[in-house]
């Protein structure tokens, strides 16, 4: 079965950073672009940041540009997201996805292409 597990959330002060990670396992995550989104309370599900199979390409969205950096460790099925200068904003659920076709890459990530999804993990930031 694909499994996707993310974990790095918590809670973080304004300014803070964390990286979250997706591990990723019943695919060959090597072949996949893969993505982030995040859910605030109350709101849609919002594509964040979207990474091609080798990691060369990625794409963020306007909110979070220059403060996320998305990358991708192959060897470890891994994905990262890396969230500094962290705003009340960003609070929300992350969650990683997969596309039904593997190498099928969006900027931003759409809901609609995504066929797998790790459970989430909470972000919470206070100022």
């Known amino acids: 079965q694909v499994q996707l597990v993310e974990s790095g959330g918590g809670l973080v002060q304004a300014g803070g950073s964390l990286r979250l990670s997706c591990t990723a396992s019943?695919?060959?995550?090597?072949?996949?672009?893969m993505g982030w989104f995040r859910q605030a309370p109350g709101k849609e599900r919002e594509g964040v940041s979207s990474i091609n199979w080798s990691g060369k390409k990625s794409y963020y969205v306007d909110s979070v540009k220059g403060r996320f950096t998305l990358s991708r460790d192959n060897a470890k099925d891994t994905l990262y997201l890396q969230m500094n200068s962290l705003k009340p904003e960003d609070t929300a659920i992350h969650y990683c996805?997969?596309?039904?076709?593997?190498?099928?890459?969006?900027?931003?990530?759409?809901?609609?292409?995504?066929?797998?999804w790790g459970q989430g993990t909470q972000l919470t930031d206070s100022s």
């Open positions: 019943g695919l060959t995550f090597g072949d996949y672009s």
């Open positions: 996805a997969a596309p039904r076709d593997a190498g099928y890459l969006s900027h931003p990530p759409r809901p609609t292409h995504s066929a797998h």
